[in-house]
């Protein structure tokens, strides 16, 4: 059975991911909630959840010996599919402009940064549900094509340098990035676990993605 490492660095989205995925797998998949750097590098899958400040979720992954190198491990050296949700996406990135200029993991180039609608009548955090706009076809992103909406909640959005690494779009006075794909990875802005039928199926397609 496939071993899908659930990283385990504090956050607080790290239950609610773990239901959904349990879920998702239907049994096919075991679902390791887990910051042991042996069990990271051996897993089949790894999927990077995270709420809060871009800085002070790279410190609590930082603070987990041996994750990163694991994780980079796994996903990098071996290939292992991989998956960033919320701020998990945007610690893809090369730098957050959060609290100062914090470094990311640097797997896609690019900058977290405050998201500013052109509308003064459009609130910060962006919380809520919006409708995403897929920007090219994408095995796991194929379940939101024509969905009406997926639920988001965030300040900051991950920017990446080429534009060609960005899936898809959302608009809440502007553009800005929903979802990242490039080789093995992708990164998603919303929250799956917490978008209901169409959160689940692309957890599915994640589960069930051979790059």
């Given at each position: ?94 730098r ?9 993991l640097?797997?896609?180039?690019g900058?977290?940064?405050k ?20 920007t ?31 899936a ?6 502007g ?37």
């Open positions: 059975m496939r071993q899908v490492a659930l990283i385990d660095y504090g956050s607080g989205n790290l239950r609610s991911a773990e239901k959904a995925l349990v879920r998702a797998a239907s049994g096919a998949a075991e679902i390791l909630v887990t910051h042991d750097p042996e069990a990271v590098s051996r897993a089949d899958a790894v999927v990077l959840p995270g709420v809060g400040a871009f800085a002070a979720c790279m410190k609590g992954l930082t603070e987990r010996t041996g994750v990163i190198e694991a994780m980079t491990e796994a996903v990098r050296g071996r290939g292992a599919p991989f998956l960033g949700i919320c701020v998990g996406m945007q610690l893809l990135a090369a957050g402009h959060e609290f100062g200029v914090t470094e990311g640097g797997w896609i180039d900058d977290v940064r998201i500013t609608p052109d509308d003064p009548g459009l609130k910060v955090p962006h919380m809520g549900w919006n409708a995403p706009e897929l090219r076809n994408h095995p796991v992103l194929a379940g939101l094509d024509g969905v009406a909406a997926v639920y988001f909640t965030h300040s900051f959005a991950m920017f990446p340098k080429d534009e060609t690494d960005v898809a779009y959302v608009d809440h006075g553009r800005f990035p929903a979802a990242v794909a490039r080789d093995n990875l992708v990164g998603v802005q919303f929250h799956p676990e917490k978008s209901q039928g169409p959160g689940l199926r692309l957890l599915a397609d994640f589960l069930e993605w051979r790059p």
